[in-house]
């Protein structure tokens, strides 16, 4: 003789409240998509695509440091070539000056007085240029944290007139012949800077002794020097600067091109996030509706079944 199960009103009672129990968590978790617009909540929701999404978000991470560190080298470019349009300006206006003093006669002593000294104030112009920082660093002095050319304020080596005048020491490069580079994208270091020493010379092969030079000729009224060498050497220090100015450009060029790459790196992987934690709005609210009312009609089904007994209320 077979045994019958026998089920009780309290284990029907338990098995009603345990189903009650999962709609109403499969309730909760459709309002709470419906609420954040996301498919993934707590790890547990997809633990197969909380994984995935943690290592798209580590990658995407990466990416996003990779765009900081692009705006920050066009950024440390821009300062540069900013800086350079300044000193080619400047120069420019020098090679004008030496133009006036070499078609001077004897009797332009005065003008040519105060050309030198004009020279001479810019010269100052362009030394204060060299030291253009960006974020508190100098953006000629390499990986050096200093000013390119620290003596070149100094009363007397940086002054032509001057006994202890010297413009090897005045003007020696400080910085480092190593340009700033940035990461800009897996295994790519790419430089973002220009050296001093590239731009303006050291000591007294540079644009600012250079300029000494040229103001001492004005001040002597050596035209012959002016229209010779010094008018050569002038053209030749503007040509430097001028290819300088195309080497940031061209390098900030290349920057634009991996913002963009890069841009679009992350677009396809926040993309790829959206795809797997992202709810289908739809979907969700259809299955919330039908959820609620499923929900509603148990609650009303389980109560009219569960009625307490006369014993079990006394007990």
């Known amino acids: 003789m077979s045994d019958l199960s026998r089920i009780t009103a309290q284990s029907a009672t338990m098995l009603m409240v345990a189903d009650l129990q999962t709609s109403l968590g499969n309730l909760t978790s459709l309002q709470q998509q419906a609420a954040t617009g996301k498919a993934i909540n707590q790890p547990s929701d997809n633990p197969s695509g909380t994984s995935e999404v943690l290592a798209i978000n580590a990658q995407l991470g990466r990416f ?34 030496v133009l006036s003093g070499a078609n001077a006669s004897a009797q332009d002593s005065a003008g040519e007085q105060a050309l030198s000294q004009e020279v001479l104030a810019i010269k100052t112009q362009i030394l204060g240029l060299s030291a253009t920082s960006y974020n508190n660093r100098p953006v000629f002095s390499g990986t050096y944290g200093i000013s390119p050319y620290p003596q070149g304020g100094a009363s007397g080596v940086s002054d032509p007139t ?107 992987l926040q993309d790829q996030v959206s795809t797997i934690s992202d709810a289908n709005e739809a979907q969700v609210i259809s ?5 609620e009312a499923s929900y509603q009609a148990a609650l009303e089904t389980t109560a009219k079944v569960i009625q307490p007994s006369l014993a079990q209320f006394l007990s």
């Open 162 to 268: 001057s006994a202890s005048y010297n413009p090897a020491t005045a003007y020696a490069y400080a910085g480092s012949s190593t340009p700033v580079t940035r990461i800009v994208a897996p295994g790519q270091k790419v430089d973002v800077s220009i050296t001093g020493g590239q731009v303006f010379g050291s000591g007294a092969n540079s644009v600012f002794a250079l300029l000494d030079r040229i103001s001492q000729d004005l001040a002597n009224g050596n035209t012959s020097a002016l229209s010779g060498a010094d008018l050569a050497d002038l053209k030749t220090a503007i040509n430097t600067v001028t290819q300088a100015q195309g080497t940031v450009g061209a390098l900030g060029a290349g920057l634009v091109t991996g913002q963009t790459q890069v841009g679009n790196t992350i677009t396809a």
């Open 64 to 97: 996003q440091q990779y765009s900081s560190n692009i705006t920050d080298g066009q950024s440390w470019l821009n300062t540069a070539d900013s800086a350079l349009g300044s000193v080619i300006k400047n120069l420019d206006q020098v090679q004008t000056q």
């Open 287 to 291: 299955e919330l509706n039908l959820t």
